[in-house]
């Protein structure tokens, strides 16, 4: 049997969305596995009455598609907001628990508050409202991947304007994440203040392992 055959995913079940909710948000989180900037994290209340065509998990999608679907979610949804922690709080709480408190202020920054919240992943954080965690969400369910596309547009960004300050990284390339030529800048130029000190290959280069 080839490798490729071998690594097909088995098709995932569709995700029964649970009955008596009437405002249900959808979360992801884009930057966990990067060695700099924030982590950060989209909360969206879609529109029923008011469908978006084309969603799916962000990392699907060409940028150029996800560019084009970003104005739409923010103009058809009923709400969408943006959560973030900064490289001190990873630092400072671990990357899981500063996800964690990036999906509660996405959540907190909505115009208005859901009934339900649909996280992207194996757990949820502590919430005022109920809360289910959905294993592969950005696929199986329209909220969860608007929340994906605007969460990883505002990134990505964030990177390309951290690459104007510093070129030498390349951080418009590759975000960010633990690359050989990421690896290569940082042996050559040092770490930069947005470096998250708690992940190893920064603290190797700090000399702090």
Known sequence: MSKDKSKEKKELPPFEYPQGYQLIAG??????????????????????????????DSKKLSEKKRLALLPEIKEKALAWAVGRCSPEEIDELNILQ???????????GLSIQPDLALIDGNRTPALDMDAIAVVKGDL???????????????????????????PQFGFAKHKGYPTKAHFD?????????????????????????
């Open 98 to 108: 500063a996800t964690m408190v990036a999906m509660q202020r996405a959540i907190a």
């Open 140 to 166: 199986r369910v329209a909220e969860i991947s608007a929340a994906s596309i605007v969460a990883k547009v505002v990134r990505d960004q964030e990177m390309e304007e951290l690459d104007k300050q510093y």
């Open 27 to 56: 979360v992801d989180e884009v930057g966990r596995g990067p060695l700099v900037g924030d982590v950060v994290t989209a909360a969206v209340i879609l529109d029923p009455n008011n469908p978006i065509e084309g969603l799916n």
């Open 185 to 209: 800048a940082i042996e050559q130029h040092g770490v930069i203040e947005q470096h998250r000190k708690s992940f190893k290959p920064v603290k190797k280069a700090l000399g702090i392992e």
